[in-house]
């Protein structure tokens, strides 16, 4: 044999090296078509298949899917809001061990009605828990504490959030959402600031003008515009209003809010005063009214800033003084909250109490999150097209003459053709402007 191979190997070394190539490229070939031959073999006898097997924690996962749904349930309130209680004892038990699924299911528990969806997450998250004793008997501690106090009958903490008023305000406010937001990043101001001070004011005039509310606002669901001694749907005076646009213009001013801001209010004409009352009194496109407020809040804030106090984290101060005025704006140690009093049933609030109400309730939270930054400094300086993009959302709906509620004379007074409707829904689409901040 050893001879035969010896007699093998030198005749392959006396071959020319074309001839040993072409050898070696045949025997290539030929393994390959056999190794995918064989491949194909295997495969039709089913040797590659994988028939799957039974999960180890099948029992686990169907029990998950066993647990009722309240689809048919015939709970009551109360017992729906018991069962809630229930599940989020559970979720803060849950926290204390795997904080990352606790925060995942609370948050996932805020985009469905069902608690025991809840529950299916929770029991989802326990499959892999192999040590349940510490995890039990906190929950079983929780259940108990939570037995021992009954449901009661209150639905919200917040006394003035109980009423016809705020469902209806929350319905209006979401229909601008998109024009608050886009008034918000001009102005570099948090959304739900602005939202806060547009709370204050219209749950003021809902309660000022109930005979309105019961008739036209409650019903169909739009803010009020004012458009006598202040303006728009947040009751921005005048001389508010102007000295907003010269606090804009003005680098020595305290309040000044930087160059990017300098012609976020450029005017289109000459006539200041009459575009600046259409601005506010438009009954169509609310974006001029959240930009001042913007603006004011802005502005405020950099006065208490430059002053040595920052204010930026107390929005109830903040909420105060857009109520009170630039006037009344004196930086100082420990601001207290306030401004005008508006009673709402039987209780009396404060303006800036109202705003704080909102603002940490969490209402609308999903439209308005609360942000990192509650005021931006820096962004990109606005274009011509820029300022045109916003001067385009004012609308040509019709506005009561300016002043006439100065005139004695009811012949002033326009005929009913002229009114303009201030309970209209046909709220134009917001134009954004294309810049980004920095």
Known sequence: MVKKLSIAWHLWCLRPWWRKTLNIVTVIFALAGAAIIGAWGLYQLGVTNNGGAVDKNYRSLMAVSEIDDLKNSKLTAEELDNEWALQYGRVAALARFYPVNARLILAASQHCDNPKMVERMMAAASIYIDDKKELNRLEQRITQLLSE????????????????????????????????????????????????????????????????????????????VQSQFSYGVNGIKDFTAKAVEDHLKDPTSEYYMGPAYEHLLDFETNDHVTERYNRLVDYRNHLYSYLYTGCILHQTMLQWRRAGYDISDRPDVLFTLFNVGFSQSVPKPNPVPGGSHINVGDQTYTFGALGFDFYYSGELADIFPFERERFVSKQKKLTANDVQRIQDNMSDCKRPERGLEYKKDSTAQPTETEKPDPFGVDHETVRPVDHTAQ
């Open 149 to 224: 106090v009954p449901q009661q009958s209150s639905k919200n903490a917040i006394p003035w959030m109980t009423g016809p008023e705020w469902p209806a305000l929350k319905a209006a406010i979401i229909r601008d959402s998109a024009l608050i937001r886009e008034a918000g990043r001009l102005s570099g101001v948090e959304p739900r600031l602005i939202v806060g001070c547009l709370v204050g004011e219209q749950i003021r005039l809902f309660n000022s003008k109930r005979e309105m509310f019961k008739k036209y606002l409650g019903p169909v669901k739009v803010l009020s």
